[in-house]
């Protein structure tokens, strides 16, 4: 079956430093969406592109947060500085519009903890 | 927001039917009514979505009141693998700029 790759799985990092999360998205695919999962707030979306380009970023502090699409095969979340609230699961999914019968296909996420 | 009303638990033996409950009263004529599930330490996965018909797929079944503003998730054998937190979404179909919004959904306890 085809799938979303999210790398790393695991991410501990000091206060701080910058950490980037990657996502392949599945071949075809022209939707990508990043969301942030925390006990407290549940699945939050942070931004999502479609041909690459952001359509919304509105979820995410701008001041620290950026995500890309350098090319189709890769979407990119930073976060720097870090900060222990980030700490947080974060998960990429992707779609194909106008054929979303199937909705959208996540990965398993990278789990970042901030120290 | 979320624009649906789930319960925030129920649980069910295994073998037997579960039947998730979701409340959209405010729900539009354009809007279709998603499910996904998560199972513990996993990203959120697709189940089936409707208009106004029932639905059924390899996984469940989706019941959809006249009026549209209920629909229920129906798993006609619920297995210890089906443990995991259930959302109920509605949105556009193929819009495009509609991304999933997601709710606080049921934990479904499958119980041996």
């Known amino acids: 079956d085809a799938r979303v790759t999210q790398t790393p799985r695991h991410k501990v990092t000091e206060m701080g430093q910058e950490v980037t999360m990657r996502c392949q998205p599945i071949?075809?695919?022209?939707?990508v969406f990043w969301y942030r999962q925390t006990m407290m707030q549940g699945l939050e979306l942070l931004a999502y592109?479609?041909?690459?380009?952001?359509?919304?970023d509105s979820g995410m502090p701008k001041d620290r947060f950026s995500a890309e699409m350098p090319d189709a095969t890769l979407a990119t979340l930073k976060i720097q500085p870090s900060e222990p609230r980030d700490s947080a699961v974060y998960f990429c999914?992707?779609?194909?519009?106008?054929?979303?019968?199937?909705?959208?296909?996540f990965g398993s996420g990278t789990r970042l903890t901030v120290v | 927001d979320a624009k649906t009303t789930q319960p925030p638990s129920m649980d069910c033996a295994e073998g037997r039917a579960a039947n998730l409950p979701c409340n959209h009263s405010?729900?539009?004529?354009?809007?279709?009514v998603y499910w996904y599930r998560q199972i513990h330490s996993q990203g959120p996965q697709y189940i089936i979505h409707?208009?106004?018909n029932n639905e059924t797929n390899e996984m469940a079944s989706l019941i959809i009141t006249e009026d549209r503003k209920s629909s229920t998730l129906i798993l006609p054998h619920a297995t210890l693998r089906d443990t995991a937190v259930y959302y109920c979404?509605?949105?556009?179909?193929?819009?495009?700029?509609?991304?999933?919004?997601f709710g606080k959904g049921t934990r479904l306890s499958v119980i041996a």
């Open positions: 071949l075809g695919h022209n939707t």
């Open positions: 592109f479609r041909n690459r380009a952001p359509l919304d």
């Open positions: 979404i509605v949105r556009v179909a193929n819009s495009g700029n509609t991304p999933l919004v």
């Open positions: 409707g208009l106004k």
């Open positions: 405010t729900i539009s004529g354009n809007e279709y």
């Open positions: 999914a992707s779609g194909l519009l106008g054929q979303d019968n199937y909705g959208y296909t």
